[in-house]
């Protein structure tokens, strides 16, 4: 079985600052002066998924994204999983 | 190592002789028409090179010349067919750096280099669509370009002009598919899930390449890899166009070779070296740089990297002594906030904190809550954090203000009028709100 590494991205220009992310998903999401998410971009450790996809499925903007890292060079899969499975 | 050249004729090309892209140019500004470029260069391979074009280019070393400078072989590499779709090339002219003139000089003088580059890239990734994009005021130049073109049938696919806004952002790569898509505002996309070479121009793989970068891609087609890399270093090979400004009475395009030291472009004296301050390497979204350092720093991107800058699109702009360094950072980061585009948060609101802090600098130091640190915490916090690399740009920006300038600032925070604050700025900032910065005045 190949091991997922999913890592948590805003995309800022969808994004509002309305806040969801950083209540549901300390874990990773903290808010900056003016409202906005610092989202820590290491990867999410399976215990932490849950409480990821919430945050994911609950942003009112749809501005939130899991997406996967291949873990050999780091870079980005293109593929995008934006909704709780 | 030989002298840069400004722009004269030549022979035909020795590996180590320069100038390259600039030879053969008319000393009266003439562009150089199809027939002059065709006697001096011939036509390029677009059939018979097209299928090991992107080996070469990867063999030559050839980095992109509008900022980023990624390699361009790996560049071309990336871009995929999509399953129904052929991928569409772009020649970048849009030039949004207000201290650049190099693409401009191109497009105009030398128009031919770049549409034998894009034609090259069109043959080499089975293009459907090839586009020139470039500003408004170049589009019935380039559409001559390639009428001239047409009779002789030297470009296989039909070479579209697309007008470039006149704004800073406009040559970002997802600021061009969004024009491309009929999108009027040329604003960035958020890139971070999908790359652009995926899903570009109307949805299709897009290249996105700078018009200088395809004009040494039209002279690597035909002479090769290794006649390329007969200028410049190992890491750094080849040439590439900078814009002096400062220097002369008026700015200069030049074209030097990789590697080179920068006092040899400069061609200053230590003595008039001392006349000015310091000088911004790569344009707005570059770096201060000490004189002591430019001087000694060596063309390459990742010296200027060392010195916390970039060599960007190859603007030197010294900064002469008769204006406050510290208004003329404020003046650009107002312009480059005006010309941000408003669509990311952070952006807003931390280049805004910028524009605001540092005119406080400049013009108030009294004002400045929080000293320094405060400027840089507000950097800390744009980082990475818009959708496309223009903040990221201010933050290397006003960081190396700081650090180049730091007598002038002690000396601005310690309350010592700054005699040369009302000084009429240098650097361009072609919109008002930066004109209004310098109307404040004197403090």
């Known amino acids: ?85 | 190592m030989r002298s840069p050249v400004a722009a004269n004729p030549g022979p035909a090309p020795e590996a180590t002789a320069l100038p390259r892209l600039l030879g053969g140019l008319p000393s009266d500004g003439a562009p150089v028409g199809i027939r002059e470029h065709l006697a001096r260069w011939g036509t390029a391979p677009v059939g018979s090179a097209a299928a090991d074009l992107v080996d070469q280019l990867s063999a030559s070393g050839l980095a992109g010349h509008g900022g980023a400078w990624f390699p361009v072989g790996t560049k071309w590499r990336s871009i995929h067919h999509g399953r129904f779709s052929r991928p569409v090339v772009v020649a970048n002219g849009a030039e949004g750096e207000p201290a650049s003139s190099k693409d401009a000089f191109l497009l105009t003088r030398l128009p031919h280099l770049v549409l034998d580059g894009l034609s090259l890239a069109g043959a080499a990734l089975q293009a459907s669509q090839a586009v020139m994009y470039v500003p408004e005021r170049r589009v019935r130049g380039v559409e001559a370009a390639i009428d001239s073109r047409r009779q002789l049938g030297l470009d296989p696919l039909e070479i579209q002009v697309r007008a470039a806004p006149d704004r800073f952002i406009a040559g970002q790569e997802s600021s061009v598919v969004n024009v491309l898509n009929g999108r009027r505002d040329a604003v960035p996309s958020f890139i971070g899930i999908e790359p652009i070479r995926d899903r570009g121009a109307n949805g299709r793989p897009t290249l996105v390449q700078n018009v200088e970068t395809l004009a040494h891609v039209a002279l690597i087609a035909r002479f090769g890899p290794t006649w390329y890399r007969g200028l410049g270093t190992e890491a750094s090979p080849g040439t590439m166009l900078a814009t002096v400004t400062g220097r002369w009475s008026a700015p200069r395009v030049m074209e030097a070779t990789l590697g080179m030291p920068v006092r040899e472009i400069l061609d200053l004296s230590p003595g008039e070296a001392g006349n000015y301050l310091g000088a911004l390497l790569g344009g707005y979204g570059g770096g201060w740089i000490t004189m002591s350092a430019l001087m000694d720093l060596r063309l390459t991107e990742d010296a200027a990297r060392r010195a916390n800058s970039s060599l960007g699109a190859g603007v030197i702009a010294l900064l002469p002594d008769t204006v406050c360094p510290l208004m003329e950072t404020a003046r650009v980061v107002s312009y480059m906030e005006e010309q941000a585009a408003g669509q990311c948060g952070p952006c807003i609101h931390g280049l805004a904190g910028l524009a605001e802090m540092t005119r406080a600098l400049a013009l108030r130091p009294a004002a400045l809550a929080g000293g320094t640190q405060a400027i840089l915490d507000v950097c800390d916090l744009v980082d990475g954090r818009g959708a496309c690399r223009h903040p990221d740009g201010v933050t290397r920006f006003v960081r190396s203000a700081l650090v180049v300038f730091s007598g002038d600032v002690a000396n601005h925070l310690r309350g010592q009028p700054c005699p040369r604050t009302g000084a009429p700025g240098v650097l361009p900032c072609p919109r008002p709100v930066a004109r209004n910065v310098v109307e404040a005045g004197r403090w």
Do not use: N
């Open chain 1, 1 to 85: 079985m190949v091991k997922r590494q999913l890592t948590m991205v805003v995309d800022p220009i969808m994004c509002d600052g309305h806040g969801v992310c950083a209540e549901l998903f300390p874990e990773r999401v903290r808010m900056d002066p003016w409202g906005y998410p610092m989202v820590d971009s290491r990867d999410i450790p399976v215990q932490l998924r849950e409480h990821a996809e919430r945050a994911v499925g609950s942003c009112p903007r749809l501005a939130l994204h899991l997406i996967e890292r291949r873990q050999s060079s780091g870079r980005v899969d293109r593929k995008k999983k934006d909704l709780p499975s």
